[in-house]
């Protein structure tokens, strides 16, 4: 992790907030950030909320792979997880 970055992440109504605080003395991009919010993947997070030195992140509370495949699941949710991975790689 960055020296300095603050990230804190709640719950709130089914969604997942993260805030990611940098140092002062560091800038956000506006270029990154217009990348990453025009080429957005399903199933990460797209920044909503940008402050000065501070971005928000928003997206649904989800759980893990692992507690995800620990048990039976069908044929088509398996090959969905693995289109996903495809996709994300």
Do not use: H, W
């Amino acid at each position: 992790m960055a020296q300095g970055l603050k990230i804190k992440a709640t719950k709130k109504d089914c969604r997942l907030i993260i805030k990611i605080k940098i140092p002062k003395d560091s800038e956000i991009s506006d270029n990154y950030l217009s990348i990453v919010s025009r080429n957005f993947v399903r199933g990460f997070f797209k920044p909503q909320s940008v402050k000065k030195n501070t971005i928000e992140y928003y997206g649904i509370v989800g759980i893990s792979l692992y507690e995800y495949l620990k048990n039976p699941i069908s044929k088509r949710d398996f090959y969905f997880v693995l289109a996903q991975i495809i996709i994300l790689i």
